[in-house]
Nanobody, 126 residues
Framework: VQLQASGGGLVQAGGSLRPSCKASGYSFNYYSIGWFRQAPGKERQGVSCISRSGFSTYYPDSVKGRFTISRDNAQKTVYLQMDSLTPEDTAVYYC????????????????????WGQGTLVTVSS
């Protein structure tokens, strides 16, 4: 599967963005999808992951209650609704995929995902 992220941009603190991750290829519904971010000088970290069915999701404490991941398998697209943004959310955001069995959701860590799209930059101004 090939992925393309879009929808980043510049927003003021407290604002919202909704980047999307569009997939091409076959069997999109066989893949778990994750959103990851990397700020300058920091390691890439998972901010949200969703199982192939969409039934299981994961959020770290840093974004829980502010970010919502969803997927539309018919459109081969995963969305990341980001609300109440803070300057600490500034980073390049990447989406990634891994083929999974049944409804298992791999840990939301970069090393468990093997197909990556290009990033989309999110900048939150104070």
């Amino acid at each position: 599967v090939q992925l393309q992220a879009s929808g980043g941009g510049l927003v003021q603190a407290g604002g919202s963005l909704r980047p999307s991750c569009k997939a091409s290829g076959y069997s999109f519904n066989y893949y778990s999808i994750g959103w990851f971010r990397q700020a300058p000088g920091k390691e890439r970290q998972g901010v949200s992951c969703i199982s192939r069915s969409g039934f299981s999701t994961y959020y770290p404490d840093s974004v829980k209650g502010r970010f919502t991941i969803s997927r539309d398998n018919a459109q081969k697209t995963v969305y990341l609704q980001m609300d109440s943004l803070t300057p600490e959310d500034t980073a390049v955001y990447y989406c990634a995929a891994v083929r999974t069995i049944l409804s298992n959701l791999p840990e939301c860590l970069p090393r468990f995902y093997d197909s990556w799209g290009q990033g989309t930059l999110v900048t939150v101004s104070s």
